[in-house]
């Protein structure tokens, strides 16, 4: 008799999880991990993506900041994840092709260990200084670092920062030492106490606002062409032929995402992103609404990794240092 209650209790058992298996999709909370942390533009872009998400998929999308390696951390996190459809990553495509560079670790594959879901936006890197800088503009900035017996700090957060740093350094002869920080709110708030007198950075509304004051100015852009983004920042490859990069934003998926879900979540997306005003309101965060298919994103990752490691052969960079 006990067996046989045994018996149907374990019936019973996957009977329920056969019920919980069998729920639609969501049933639970989503998390949306962001491997920066709090105050920096990438945060304020993804609150505002789980705010508008949460009604459009009928459950709390919450944002978990992983920050940490560069940004390594997070997107690790999101990778090991159970591909469910209850964990979703922002991040830029650079942000996947870097781990490898950081983490040493040959088990990650920037193209592989993580999918794509939807494309939301791009923006250029900017070259900014404190107001104590004398210098207004790149010319300006180049003319006074010449001057600088012991070089110039350039502050940023993350391995494509310091990329940029050591291919502008190479390209102008100048001495840039890179000074790497966790993200755009410590980058700036070192700007700000003295520590640094330029970096380097993704706009921001904090950004715009300590520009609007005088406290902060913008010496340059990486786009090849000058951004709304950063107003009256002229493209350092006006200067440095072929110094162009912009930063591509997507949301990712732990790779074995159901394609229902991964669908679901894109077409709500792109319906946040087509609202009205919407294209104004994410300028204000410091990106440029630009939406793409997950095929377009993989191509890119594919392009932005290939031209690191072009890069790397003839700049000398050593991570971690």
Same mark, same amino acid.
């Given at each position: 008799m006990l067996e046989r209650r045994e018996v149907l209790a374990g019936l019973a058992a996957l009977a329920v999880a056969g019920r919980s298996w069998a729920q639609p999709w969501p049933a639970k909370p989503i998390r949306l991990i962001l491997n920066f942390p709090p105050g920096g533009p990438t945060?304020?872009?993804?609150?505002? =993506?789980a705010q508008k998400l949460s009604p459009l998929l009928g459950q709390p999308v919450v944002v978990d900041n992983r920050s940490g390696g560069a940004g390594a951390v997070g997107?690790?996190?999101?990778a090991n994840s159970a591909p469910d459809g209850y964990t979703f990553l922002y991040t830029a495509t650079t942000g996947l092709v870097q781990v490898p560079l950081i983490t040493k670790d040959a088990s990650f594959d920037p193209l592989r260990s993580i999918v794509p879901v939807v494309g939301i936006g791009t923006t250029p890197i900017a070259l900014l200084a404190h107001e104590s800088l004398p210098a207004s503009d790149f010319p300006g900035f180049v003319e006074w670092a010449?001057?600088?017996k012991g070089g110039v700090d350039i502050g940023g957060g993350g391995p494509i920062i310091q990329?940029?740093?050591?291919? =502008?350094?190479?390209?102008?002869g100048l001495k840039l030492i890179y000074v790497a920080y966790r993200g755009t709110a410590p980058v700036v708030q070192a700007a700000l106490g003295g520590e640094i007198k330029a970096f380097f950075s993704t706009p921001s509304p904090m950004i715009t606002e300590l520009m609007k004051t005088g406290r902060l100015k913008a010496l340059g852009v990486t786009s090849a062409q000058p951004s709304r983004l950063v107003p009256g920042a002229e493209p350092i490859a006006r200067h440095v032929p072929g110094y162009e990069q912009d930063l591509t934003y997507a949301l990712f998926a732990p790779t074995g995402i159901p394609p229902s879900v991964a669908e679901r979540v894109a077409a709500a997306v792109l319906q946040v992103l087509s609202g009205p005003g919407e294209s104004e309101r994410f300028l204000e965060f410091g990106l440029s609404l630009n939406p793409l298919p997950a095929a377009e994103?993989?191509?890119i990752a594919a392009r932005d990794a290939e031209t690191i490691r072009k890069t790397l052969e003839t700049t000398p960079v050593k991570f971690g240092e």
């Open positions: 945060d304020v872009v993804s609150r505002y =993506l997107i690790l996190a999101a010449r001057k600088q990329i940029a740093t050591a291919v =502008l350094s190479r390209e102008t994103v993989s191509r």
